[in-house]
């Protein structure tokens, strides 16, 4: 069972996000908020989910498609960007100045992974304002940060 804050905030994210009209659909999964990526044919996800054990909320996107990882790899291998610089500049578009780790692997599950942390500041509620915020924020830079990258824009596979 998804506890109150969990709900109160991936409620509020999803309806701020559904208002920007980046992902093809916004629902809620048992615990956690999913945003279907635009444009991409495979079951991938953008994914908000609390996790108790380190007290953060983690914001990734998930594909069980190895093309598309490999195709993300491949973009920023070849034009040397780091992930986490990629997406400093997208949250510094979106007016919040942060430097997130992100995280990259293979779950248990077999989806491919780029996830990263948006730490509970100490004092703040997990649906208060403050934290509704920074993971929208989060949430909007790793979709603008990952359109650009392998396979994820509109008409790749028309070029």
């Known amino acids: 069972m998804i506890c109150d804050e969990c709900q109160a905030l991936f409620d509020e994210v999803g309806q701020r996000v559904r208002k920007q009209d980046v992902f093809a659909q916004v629902g809620r999964e048992d615990d956690a908020l999913a945003c279907r990526a635009r444009d991409v044919e495979s079951d991938t996800f953008y994914r908000v989910h609390f996790e108790p054990s380190t007290n953060a909320v983690w914001v990734g996107l998930y594909t069980p498609d190895r093309w598309l990882s490999e195709s993300i790899e491949t973009d920023l291998l070849h ?5 986490e610089e990629l997406l400093e500049d997208e949250l510094y578009e979106l007016g919040f100045e942060a430097q997130l780790p992100v995280e990259h ?3 248990d599950a077999k989806q491919y992974v780029f996830r990263s942390p948006v730490s509970l500041p100490e004092g703040e509620k997990l649906g208060g304002e403050v934290m509704i915020d920074r993971v929208t924020r989060v949430l909007l830079a790793y979709e603008a940060m990952f359109r650009q990258l392998g396979d994820m824009a509109p008409g790749e596979d028309d070029e």
């Open 79 to 83: 034009q040397g960007d780091k992930l």
């Open 105 to 107: 692997f293979r779950d």
